[in-house]
């Protein structure tokens, strides 16, 4: 129902960031490796993600806006082998009961690629939950999402947005984030008429890194990869010699997802300990890789923390590969 969608929507779609969040998963989830964010406000008032992923096919567009229509878990065992970002069909619901939501998207099958048939591309326009129009657009590629007027009709919410300067902020950083995960995938995002970052295909980490991070922090970083035979590490650490970021950055994913996670903060700061200038911070980007039934992402909905089936090993793995990196470059 429409209210269990705005119920449902609490959970996944708190401010702009988190809404850009769910369609760049899903833009990703669709095979797409260029993807384009456009904001307004800094997403208050628009946000519009194109892909050119799969697409989805005209009679699927009013289920994938439909509560629980997940188009990538079929049944229960396969929750618990996620590969996919999305498995909840919650995301498009919930955005488009408290927004006004359009989706264009033209899905070419392997049939009308082979006999050169033409497609349609269709959209569909949710606003609050409701339909309200759909039929035959222009389009060539891919997914078009465009986000309107999140929480007009949530003033509740709307009043713990931040000005729009400040959603901004969070979308980049989210987008940043996210554009580290896929070196393999284009990235573009403007703000009103101004573009801010473009990220090319197959970037290496630091060319990536080099549209967010100043040359002199990423001067500091040297590249590592350990692994024993379940886990694996890899990213940038800094030289704790060297003058260090007065402000603590330090990213880390798991299998891919951005996550914030304590242990894994434990690990860095006991690696660092005692070699730090003093007032400075470590620097890093950590990638952990581990089988994914060592883990359980499903702890929450927007799905930024996770939980470590054997919380010791993890820990012991990451400081020991961690101090392993930092004697071995930083001798
Ligand atoms: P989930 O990602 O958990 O499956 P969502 O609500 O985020 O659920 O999306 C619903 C469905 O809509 C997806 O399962 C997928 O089939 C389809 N979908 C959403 N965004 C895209 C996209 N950019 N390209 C292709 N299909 C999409
Ligand atoms: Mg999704």
Redesign the pocket.
């Known amino acids: 129902s429409a209210l269990q969608n705005q119920i449902a929507a609490g959970e996944v779609v708190e401010r702009p960031a988190s809404v850009l969040k769910?369609?760049i998963?899903?833009?990703l989830?669709?095979g797409?490796d260029e993807i384009n964010v456009e904001l307004e406000d800094g997403g208050l008032s628009l946000l519009r993600?194109s892909?050119n992923?799969?697409?989805?096919r005209q009679d699927?567009l009013e289920?994938?806006?439909t509560r629980y229509?997940?188009?990538?878990?079929q049944s229960f065992s396969e929750l618990l082998q996620v590969n996919?970002?999305?498995?909840?069909?919650?995301?498009?619901?919930?955005?488009a009961s408290v927004a006004r939501l359009r989706?264009s998207?033209i899905f070419k099958s392997f049939e009308s690629l082979e006999q050169n048939n033409h497609v349609e591309a269709a959209f569909i326009e949710i606003e609050h939950g409701r339909l309200i129009n759909q039929g035959i657009t222009a389009l060539n590629q891919?997914?078009i999402?465009e986000v309107r007027d999140l929480f007009a009709n949530v003033p509740a919410r709307l009043k713990f947005l931040k000005t729009p300067a400040t959603e901004l902020k969070r979308c980049q950083e989210l987008f940043f984030r996210l554009a580290l995960t896929r070196l393999d995938v284009a990235f573009s995002l403007t703000s009103g008429a101004k573009n801010l970052i473009t990220c090319h295909k197959n970037e290496s980490l630091t060319e990536r890194l080099g549209h967010f991070w100043s040359g002199d922090l990423i001067e500091q970083l040297a590249e590592f990869k350990q692994d024993n035979n379940i886990f694996s590490i890899s990213g940038l650490l800094a030289n704790p010699e060297q003058a260090q970021s007065k402000k603590e950055r330090v990213l880390f994913y798991v299998n891919k997802r951005p996550i914030s996670d304590r242990i894994l903060s434990a690990a860095l700061r006991e690696a660092y300990k005692g070699r730090l200038i003093s007032r400075e911070h470590p620097q890093a980007v950590i990638f952990l890789e581990l089988p994914a039934e060592d883990l359980d992402v499903n702890v929450h909905p927007a799905k930024s923390e996770v939980r470590f089936r054997d919380e010791r090993a993890i820990f012991s793995f990451v400081l020991s590969s961690l101090k392993n990196t930092l004697n071995e470059k930083f001798a």
């Open positions: 769910e369609l998963e899903n833009a989830d669709a797409a993600i892909d992923g799969h697409g989805i699927e289920l994938a806006v229509a997940t188009s990538k878990v996919s970002y999305g498995f909840r069909g919650e995301a498009l619901p919930s955005i989706l998207s891919g997914t999402i």
